[in-house]
């Protein structure tokens, strides 16, 4: 057991010592800095710094100093460590920045190339005829506005007549337009005309008031005519619009339109009106010739499309608001035979109208050889007319107005049937044609 202690004591020494350094203090001053070999209970033996041994009596010891050597400091490896893995991802951080910086970049100029190649593919320089012919109907704004008169007429005076029409407003009609269209890449001017014609069987009812005299004195007396007869009709209509492409495509182009419009609609009838005579020997058959007139001018700003598929087929579209205005005149010349004679009397309306509305046009299109297509398309107008300013006329026996229409021209339709100014003009049809273009 003596043997092990001492042995035990050795090797532990011996195993710390490369990590110990000790520093022995002699009693006379001196100082040892070295490595601890060997002690027992008397002395010990150590080994200096220049690699000589030396033995010392523990008497002789003042004081013994053990410090451990210097070893690498671990926060110093963590620290070297951080700044290596801080280095390393910055780098890929740089790294991955700059494959995506190529990545947009090659996404950019793939995106440029294509927007070349749609550009040189949507470039277009042609001029394209059309004609299209088909069915449709239309309407004008005096046809129910003269019935508003007629009644005003029979109430406001004790001379007057009201007719009930069972003619539908909107008359069945023929249309053909004739089209040109311009295009310069970006740029479109459109000129069209439209006309159509129309026939119309009139039926109704007429009331007739006969009065004379003045109001101690006057005789009155009414009748019940038949109505019937015929009517013929004509709408035209002129456009031209330019366009602009915002964004072309070769296959969708979405284009920003304005223009000028023109309408004319004209409409003749004559209407006969037949009843017996009363008992006062009033003859209540007459004729009436009568024509009505209107002309409108304005304009119309929308958009417009054009989408081409499958090659040879393309759809086009346009969309449109219209603000138009303009006169409107009515002119009905009526021949009668009362008890003596034939008599002739002329009436007129004479009004200005505000007209705004929509247009809509759907073409579809399809390429039949070379530059040669064939088409069909729908269109529906409809505007809204709002009265203005205008006058009743009136000429009966030679000139000679009953005194008590003055009031019934100037006040009479806005005081009784106001709603019947809101008027409607209108025109729709389905035409089927053909196009031929001319490429530049």
């Given amino acids: 057991m003596k043997k092990i202690i001492p042995t035990l004591f050795v090797f532990l020494l011996l195993a710390n010592a490369s990590l110990r350094s000790e520093t022995i203090l002699l009693k006379s001053g001196e100082k040892w800095e070295g490595v601890i070999l060997a002690q027992d209970k008397d002395s010990l033996t150590i080994k200096l710094g220049d690699g000589s041994t030396k033995s010392v009596p523990k008497s002789a010891i003042r004081k013994i100093s053990f410090a451990k050597k210097s070893e690498p400091s671990p926060q110093k490896n963590e620290t070297q460590i951080s700044e290596k893995e801080k280095k390393l991802k910055e780098e890929r951080e740089l790294a991955e920045k700059q494959k995506l910086e190529e990545t947009i970049l090659k996404a950019k100029e793939s995106q440029e190339k294509k927007r070349e190649e749609d550009l040189t593919l949507a470039r277009r320089h042609y001029l394209e005829g059309s004609l299209g012919v088909g069915r449709g109907d239309s309407q004008s704004e005096l046809r129910p506005f003269f019935q508003t008169i007629q009644i005003a007429g029979l109430l406001f005076s004790s001379n007057g007549q009201a007719e009930i029409q069972t003619t539908p407003y909107i008359t069945k009609n023929r249309s053909a337009t004739a089209r040109l269209f311009y ?258």
């Fill in 183 to 440: 295009a310069w890449n970006r740029f479109t001017v459109e000129v069209r005309g439209t006309e159509a014609k129309g026939n119309l069987e009139i039926a109704g009812i007429q009331t007739l008031a006969f009065g004379s005299g003045g109001s101690s004195s006057s005789t009155s007396d009414r009748s019940t005519n038949v109505l019937f007869g015929n009517g013929d009709t004509r709408f035209q209509k002129f456009s031209s619009r330019v366009g602009f492409s915002p964004y072309p495509h070769p296959v969708f182009d979405l284009q920003i339109l304005g223009g000028l419009e023109r309408i004319w609609t004209k409409s003749n009838q004559e209407v006969d009106s037949i009843g017996g005579i009363t008992a006062t020997g009033q003859n209540p058959n007459r004729i009436s010739y009568r024509n009505t007139t209107s002309s409108q001018k304005g304009y119309s700003i929308g958009i417009g499309f054009e989408w081409k598929f499958l090659e040879r087929f393309s759809l086009n579209g346009q969309i449109l608001h219209l603000d138009m205005q303009g006169p409107s005149s009515f002119r009905s010349n009526e021949f009668r035979t009362d008890s003596t004679s034939y008599r002739y009397s002329q009436d007129g309306l004479d009004y200005q109208w505000k007209s705004t509305g929509t247009e809509v046009n759907v073409k579809f299109t399809t390429k039949v050889y070379e530059n040669l297509s064939l088409f069909l398309e729908g269109s529906n107008m409809t505007l809204n007319n709002k009265i203005q300013s205008g006058s009743i006329t009136e000429s009966d026996g030679g000139g000679n107005s009953n005194p008590s229409q003055i009031i019934l021209s100037f006040y009479g339709p806005k005081i009784l049937i106001p709603m019947l100014y809101d008027s409607k003009t209108s025109l729709s049809y389905v035409q089927f044609g053909t196009n031929y273009r001319f490429n530049f």
